[in-house]
């Protein structure tokens, strides 16, 4: 058996990786190191390695071993009909509560019209490095690694983005080093713009959550939002309904601001699964203006969320 110099034969990015290349009665073995690479960098890099290998004349066979354990990463796009109903509220709790139920979460925030994650998780001002020409997410306390359009832009500067620069912000959020992440959740802008379609172009998830309040006006913008979904192919896990009866803090008596069981009964009509139902709940919101999610700690909000999470995990598991 012999040894072959990979840097004498393939770019400096690949034969850094090969951790061995040997050769045997004309067979070539390589054996690459291949963690943190997407899909499609795995296949480039093996497809360079046989033709490289395979036009020496002492190989007759090429052998390319991929030694980092093939992370399956799937997506779950989480996405409403407008702004407001809470989708990155319901995003960043159910990153949390799929961590605590021993999923490897990672989230994209790809709401170029209010990238709020970085506030939600805590991780504000922190930047995102890049390597190899891409990003590594930035960590939050909760176990969830991060990639915001805020971490790329100043807050409120990616809005006039449109068509192929919003795409490509969102594919470099996707295509990131994630390493060890197998779920990848998506805080996708409100409606069926630039992003979704380039979403559903370059990176099909593998199904998609729809929040909305039970109002009338944010349920059809759900449906038209899942109805994009739905004729790409991309399986509509169910619907949420958010800020559902306003317990009264000081008499206790729940009301309905927007309306109540909209969205279950539009969720029939659709035939969509249902998967629950969170309160409206000021303490919700003041968990995430401090950076500490209610899904962070013991508190009772957290419950609902718990719910809708495991709805999410069964789903995913049957899918596996
Ligand atoms: P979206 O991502 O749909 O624009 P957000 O998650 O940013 O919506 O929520 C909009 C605002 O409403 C935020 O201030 C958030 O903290 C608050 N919020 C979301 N869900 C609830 C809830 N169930 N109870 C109270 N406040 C909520």
Redesign the pocket.
């Known amino acids: 058996m012999s040894s072959i110099d990979p840097k004498s034969l393939l770019p400096a990015s690949i034969a850094e990786r090969i951790a061995t290349l040997s050769l045997k009665d004309g067979r070539a073995i390589a054996v690459v190191d291949a963690a943190g690479l997407g899909e499609a960098e795995r296949a480039e890099i093996e497809r360079e390695i046989t033709a490289t290998l395979s036009a020496r004349s002492e190989v007759s066979d090429v052998r390319v071993v991929m030694t980092a354990e093939r992370v399956q990463r799937r997506l779950i796009a989480v996405g409403?009909g407008k702004?407001?109903?809470?989708?990155?509220?319901?995003t960043a709790n159910l990153a949390i509560a799929l961590a605590k139920a021993g999923r490897k979460v990672g989230l994209v925030d790809a709401?170029i019209y209010?990238p709020?994650q970085p506030m939600i998780l805590g991780n504000q001002g922190q930047k995102p490095v890049a390597r190899d020409e891409k990003l590594v997410p930035v960590e939050s306390e909760f176990g969830i690694p991060v990639l915001s359009m805020g971490h790329l832009v100043e807050p409120g500067r990616a809005l006039a983005w449109r068509g192929p620069m919003a795409g490509n912000a969102l594919s470099q959020l996707v295509d990131a080093h994630w390493g060890d992440v197998d779920t990848l959740l998506v805080?996708l802008p409100?409606g069926t713009g630039d992003v979704q379609l380039t979403m559903l172009q370059r990176f099909k998830p593998a199904g998609a959550v729809l929040?909305s309040t039970p109002q009338d006006l944010a349920l059809i913008d759900a449906a038209r939002a899942g109805q994009l979904f739905d004729q790409a192919g991309v399986p509509v896990i169910g619907l949420v309904e958010?800020?559902a009866g306003y317990a009264c803090p000081h008499c206790g008596e729940v009301s309905d601001p927007f309306g109540k069981g909209g969205v279950e009964t539009a969720a029939e009509r659709l035939e969509l699964p249902f998967l629950g139902r969170?309160?409206?709940?000021?303490a919700?919101?003041e968990a995430?203006?401090r950076g500490k999610p209610v899904t962070a700690g013991g508190d009772p909000l957290a419950k609902p969320f718990h719910e809708i999470a495991a709805k999410v995990d069964a789903w995913i598991g049957a899918r596996s």
């Open positions: 409403s702004g407001g109903v809470g989708k990155s509220t319901l709401d209010g709020s805080d409100p929040v958010n800020m969170i309160p409206l709940d000021l919700i919101r995430s203006d």
